[in-house]
Each structure stands twice: as C-alpha cells, then as structure tokens.
C-alpha cells in the first residue's frame, strides 16, 4: 500500500514547519502566517538506497572563467543597480507594491533588449491580449519577445529548453505550481520548489531569468527566506502610490554592489529615468521657513541632495509625541537627548516630528547633523539659509564625529549651487580647497548651529 501525503503546517514568513497549527510561528513570532500544508512522500534516492550517486569534482585551476559578458538593459538606471548590467545565468527577483511598476520595468526591457536578443516573457496573471495592449501603450516594439502565458512550471521548462531564449521573465512567482506538489499556488512550498527548479535550468544553460515577487502586508517579499537566498539579486521597487516617483534598491547582489539605488518616474509612456535626483527632491522647498534643513546622503557612489523637515511644537498631552517618516525613531530620541543634555536645547515638554521629503530615508550616521539642525531651528524659529548644506555623525557628547566620502558630497552641493557647507572639522584636512563654497568645519552640534549665522 502506497503511503499517505502527510499534513504539516507552515510558516509564510519564514518557512518553519510544525506538526500542528499555531496562532504565533514559534521560529519568527508573527501572527496569523501559519498555512496548512501536504507532504508527499519521499522517494527512494540513492542516498537511502545505499548505492552511490555520481557526482564530478574538479579542481580549481583546472576550471578556465570565462570573460564576464553583461547584457545592457537600455536604462543606465537599472544597470547601475545590477553593477553594470545583467549576468549571464543569473536568477534576479524584483518585488513591490502592487501598481508600482514591476511589469512595467520589465515590458520596458524586452522593447530594449528585444531588437538583439530572444526573451520569453512568460505570465501568469495576463493574458497575450493584455500584455499587447501594455506594449503598445508602452512603445515596445520587440520583434523577438514571445509571449508565454502558463503557470506550469513543468511546461515553462520545456519551453526554456526547446525555444533556448536569451532572457527569460517569470511574472510572477507567486501563480507558479508544481504539479507533483499538492499544495496549492503561491503556498511556502510551491514558491520554494518552482524557485529552486527554475534556478536549475538557468544555471544549466546560463540564462538570466527575472522573476517577480508579490510582497506582504510588512512590504517583505512574500515566501520563505530561502527564496532570497536561491536567487543571485534581489531587487526592490519603492515609492509612495500617491506620487510619481520610484526608487529601484538592491538588497542583495552577487555580481554588484548593493548600495546603489535607481530613480525613476511614472508617466503616461512608462518608467522615465531620474538622471538629477537632487534637483527632483529639492523642488519645491520653502523659502524663509524655519524647520528645514538640506542634507547629503551616499547611496552607493551617488551623492543625494534631500530636505529634512522638522516641527517642534507645545505637546497637548502629559508624554510628549515623538513621530519620524524616512528616520529612524530610535535614533531620533537618542538625538533630542544629546540636544538637551550636551547642547541645552530642551524639547522635554515639546511634541516633535521629522519628515524627509521625497519618500528617501536618512539610514546612514551622516544625516544626524541636518535633522539636529532642523529641530532647532523649528524650536528657535529661525530659518536655516537657503544655501547650506549639513552633514555629519553626532555622538553622545554632542561632538562631530568624520564621514565618509566628504568630497564626493561637497562637489555635489557646490554642482547644485550651494554656498555654504556645514560639516565635521575633522573632515576638513581631507578637502580639497574650493572658491565658490565655503566649507565650515565645526567640533559640535551647538557650534553648528551658531554657524548658521
């Protein structure tokens, strides 16, 4: 008698498996992500059997690389984010919102690389007919992109191997199914095994496969971890539903550096490239209004120019509120008690909000200064000038500590017409000097802002 599937529950935030439901996973500590699962039956592999399996081992000298060939997107944007284009035989996954423009990248590659090379477009959410009218609402014009719609995972590797395309996009992930799984589309196990079987064919025939993740309610991309860990890349596609905006970021790269960022915006043909981020967050700033301070931030090798907003005002409740968007909250409270203790700036009884503008986060220590500063200048009521930059690491005892790449964010505010340059003294003996800014080097955060006038 054959044995019978068995019934196991899974987590859909980090893969753990129990044998019975529980409201709370006990791995990761979320709720409500525990999914009813069926086991198949494990087959005889050699391993049980007691016969041994082949297997080839080579040593590394004998193996000759060959010279790394990268296929160029047509969007320096997403080039920059991959480090330099896309590899050979890589597996990359792109996760977002819905609506954000994950499709849209992707139909905007293929009218790009689709003039040299053959892609497989394969989707499992539209039909050939919706996916012709987006491309021609998009301009693209691909006499060699072929149209696959199936969520057959089986069938889809049939069609890699017998059409042999150059590139292959899977949309998505998340309605790929497995037949000989029981479970159903879009389960911890089908997202992990048609990942794994997909991974297998490209790697065999080194074919770059793009593959799109549907993400949860947290904004991580939906399935198990393990799922970030087959692929090569991961990608994620950011941006407010109520702006135009975009901001491609990789968190995980094995060809490239996972610090730079893409910009783009939404419009009516598609994605446009943001080739002057500063200028695009910079618009619209106040003027003569207190509160506001301009910041340089690194990300990758690109310098950004962003406007954080402060607000300081009586609390109306016995604990003041303290509220950040693009900052992160902790460090936000460690800051106003460095300003009460080390700089006698007190906000002790005072409600106060920081906001970054343009849907950007301050994640790295250079950002402490222009968000100091633009507190205190919401509490003191004076505006800071329209031509300052800030920048720099504030420690416990108030003082300034050095940054990275001081020059590449001097040249950067001085290319946008900046004057003035606010920034740790010890940063100074590593500048290059400069006529048409001045460079203001101070020990700590009260001097910083006395510098201001």
Partial sequence: MPPKNKTIYVCSQCGFEMPKWAGKCPSCGEWNTVQEEMRMPERNSPLASGRPGAYAVRPIGDICP?????????????????????????????????????????????????????????????????????????????????????????????????????????????????????????????????????????????????????????????????????????????????????????????YGSTNEIGVFEMRTQGLCEVENPSLM??????????????????????????????????????????????FDYNRLSLLLAVLEKRAGYFFSNLDAYINVVGGLRLDEPAGDLPVALSLISSLKDTPVGEGIVAFGEIGLAGELRAVSNAEVRLNEAARLGFSHV?????????????????????HTVREAYEALS
């Fill in 66 to 254: 060959e010279g790394e060939h990268r296929h160029l997107t047509g969007l320096p944007e997403l080039d920059r984010v991959l480090g330099g284009g896309i590899v050979r035989g890589a597996l990359m996954l792109i996760g977002g919102d819905p609506g954000i423009g994950k499709s849209t990248l992707l139909l905007q590659i293929c009218g790009n690389l689709g003039q040299q090379l053959k892609i497989l477009y394969v989707s499992g959410e539209e039909s050939e007919r919706q996916i012709k009218l987006r491309a021609d609402r998009l301009g693209v014009i691909s006499p060699r992109l072929y149209i696959l719609c199936e969520t057959d995972v089986e069938t889809i590797l049939d069609a890699m191997r017998s059409e042999k395309p150059d590139i292959v996009i899977i949309d998505s992930i998340q309605t790929m199914n497995l037949a000989g799984i029981a479970s159903s589309s879009g389960s911890v196990t089908q997202v992990r095994e048609c990942t794994n079987a997909i991974m297998k064919v490209a790697k065999g025939s080194d074919t770059p496969v793009f593959i799109v993740g549907h993400v949860n309610k947290d904004g991580a991309i939906a399935g198990p971890k393990v799922m970030e860990h087959i692929v090569d890349c991961v990608l994620y596609f950011e941006g407010d539903a109520h702006t135009s905006y975009r901001i491609l970021r990789c968190v995980k790269n094995r």
């Fill in 281 to 326: 967050l910079l618009s619209g700033r106040p003027v003569n209004v207190s509160g506001t301070c301009v910041a340089c931030m690194m990300e990758g090798s690109r310098p950004l120019l962003a406007e954080v907003q402060g607000l300081v005002s009586p609390t109306g409740f016995g604990n003041p509120r303290r509220m950040s968007t693009g």
């Fill in 422 to 442: 606010i920034l740790p003294y010890h940063n100074l003996k590593s500048l290059t000097a400069r006529e048409d800014v001045e460079v203001i080097g101070v």
